[in-house]
Every structure is written in C-alpha cells, then in structure tokens.
C-alpha cells in the first residue's frame, strides 16, 4: 500500500502494528501515519488502538471514535461515530461483550488497576496531559455524546405521528421502543 498509493488512493488500513510489542507497534504505526501524511498525501481511514496516536491530530489529520454511554460500570457503545478521540480504554468491556467469563473480566480489571498503579509517574503524567489534550479537541464531541444515547430513542420518538395511532398501536410502540432500550443498558 505504501509503495502503490497515490493522492489519488483511498487507503483503509486497520490496527497497524498489532501482534508486537507496544512500543515496536506503536512506533510502526506512526511511521506509516506519518509517511502517508508526508509523502502520499492519500485519503486515510487508519483504525488504531494506539491512543498515544491520536496525538497527531492536526488540520490534516482528524481523530474520530465510536460514541459511547457510560453509566457506573456499565458501557453502551452507541454505534455513531462522533468528533475526536476516545478518552480512554474500553477494551475489558468489549472482552465482556465478546462473552468471557466474568471471572476472566474481573481478573482482568484487577490486573489492569495494578499495572496503571506501577505505572512510572512520568507515564501517568504524560498520560493525564495527553488525555486533557484530547478532551480539548473533542469538546463538540464531547457535548454531543450527552445527547446520543437519548437520540437512539428520540428520532424514532419523534417520527412517530401519536395523533394517527390508535391506544393499542401506541401501547405497542412503547412496548418495542422499551424493549430497545433495556437492551442497550443490558449490552453495557
């Protein structure tokens, strides 16, 4: 791809760096950005798991990501893509989504509250800043997502013409429009 593409190229390129070590990862994957951005000038869909990627946002380079609603423990992921970058790691809770065991999951949180617990102090820093950053940029985005897991709901709500439907239509698209919504809080 990096040796055939041209401006003209659409280029899809999905969890570059994936099966090697973080750092050789991450460090390919941000070559790559980096060439296409600099060297082929492509139109570029790049999926990474990389957050410290998203960094590279510029006028060029935009970052986006699912939207999600969190309520406790709990995770919706909303199916829109909004505006910026994930602020953080969902990747338990897709674990979870996937069916492992719960007994797997909760180790796996466990695991995961001890190693960013060691994680060195410069990490963290550099995480937080990173993260503040990211907020910044996706702020719209941000505002958007408080409104997108009522808006699931809200157009089908508001293409619906109450005045034509009958009681019992109506108590039945409550009934499914219910039924909807405890789904998406029992997929979290």
Known sequence: ???????????ILDEIGRGTSTFDGMSIARAVIEHIEKKV????LFATHYHELTDLEDDKIKNFCVAVKE????????RRIVRGAADKSYGIHVARLAGLPKSVTSRAEEILTMLEAEAPDAAATARAEQA????AKAEP??????SLFASSLSDTLLSL?????TPLEAMNELYRLQEQAKRE???A
């Open 1 to 11: 791809i990096l040796k055939y593409a041209t401006k003209d190229s659409l280029v």
């Open 41 to 44: 000038h492509a139109k570029t």
């Open 71 to 78: 309520r406790g423990n709990q995770v919706a992921f909303l």
């Open 132 to 135: 503040e950053g990211r907020a």
């Open 141 to 146: 985005a941000a505002q958007d997502m408080g």
């Open 161 to 165: 013409d109450v005045m034509t439907m």
């Open 185 to 187: 809080a029992g997929k």
